[in-house]
């Protein structure tokens, strides 16, 4: 009996293995493919993240003769990763939900969905808002002098494409705040009782993700202290304390 049983679960957690590694492999092939497909339109991308600084007179650059297809072979990879992603999610989400319990699918259902969503509009936030700022801020910086800006293109891609995955990855901090109200780990009562220490732990967050400059830094943090408020108005809404 005990030797049957041991037989079952270990043929179930081969089982488990085997359709971790299909979903695994299907994540990579979906990735490789957004990748390839990103790498054909690089320069269409290119042009695409070039339109923040297309209207400060601003001329990109080269500097070796591998530079240009090293950065768009870069950018197609990052490019190919955002793409793939909620691919990526679903089939994680695929492979836990059997675990998952009432509530808990709604949970995972809502977040699988919202995820993706927050992270277009934090990097939407920052194509649109925050890049301009922090180009003008860098571009007017000592303009009395009389040294000309000589912008390479693979330094303005990484800067940019920096800002938009960090504003990403930090609007999601609303929705775990959210879950935690949920879930039941704290309460929107307790969280406003930190309320300064959030504060400070935001704006040191948007300190790391944006250049070294304070204008950056405020149009990252501001934004992210707002939905923080929203976030605990909502929770305030969903649980009684």
């Not at 030797?3 to 270990?10: F, G, L, Q």
């Not at 990879?77 to 319990?101: D, E, H, K, N």
């Not at 891609?157 to 920096?162: A, D, E, F, K, V």
Request: include cysteine; charge should be positive; glycine fraction near 6%.
């Amino acid at each position: 009996m005990a030797t049957k049983a041991s037989d079952e679960k270990t043929n179930e957690w081969e089982e488990h293995l085997d359709e971790l590694r299909r979903r695994i492999i299907a994540a990579l092939v979906v990735f490789s493919a957004a990748t390839l497909a990103a790498f054909f339109f690089s320069d269409r991308i290119a042009n695409f993240l070039m339109s923040p600084v297309s209207g400060l007179g601003v001329t990109l650059y080269t500097f070796s003769p591998s530079e240009k297809f090293m950065t768009y072979l870069r950018l197609a990879v990052w490019t190919g990763l955002v793409v793939s992603a909620p691919f990526f999610l679903l089939q994680s989400g695929a492979f836990i939900w059997p675990a998952l319990r009432g509530n808990e699918r709604k949970y995972a259902a809502a977040t699988l969905s919202v995820v993706p969503a927050l992270f277009l509009v934090g990097a939407g936030l920052a194509y649109r808002l925050l890049a301009p700022v922090v180009l003008g801020f860098f571009l007017s910086f000592g303009s009395g002098d009389a040294i000309q800006p000589l912008w390479g293109l693979r330094e303005y891609l990484t800067l940019l494409s920096g800002m938009m995955i960090a504003a990403g990855l930090l609007l999601q901090s609303p929705l775990l705040l959210f879950l935690s109200f949920i879930l039941g780990v704290t309460t929107p009562k307790k969280v406003a009782r930190l309320r300064p220490h959030v504060i400070l732990l935001i704006f040191f967050a948007a300190a790391i993700c944006t250049p070294p400059d304070v204008i950056s830094q405020i149009a990252l943090g501001v934004p992210l202290y707002l939905l923080f408020e929203l976030t605990l108005l909502f929770g305030k809404f969903l649980k009684k304390d």
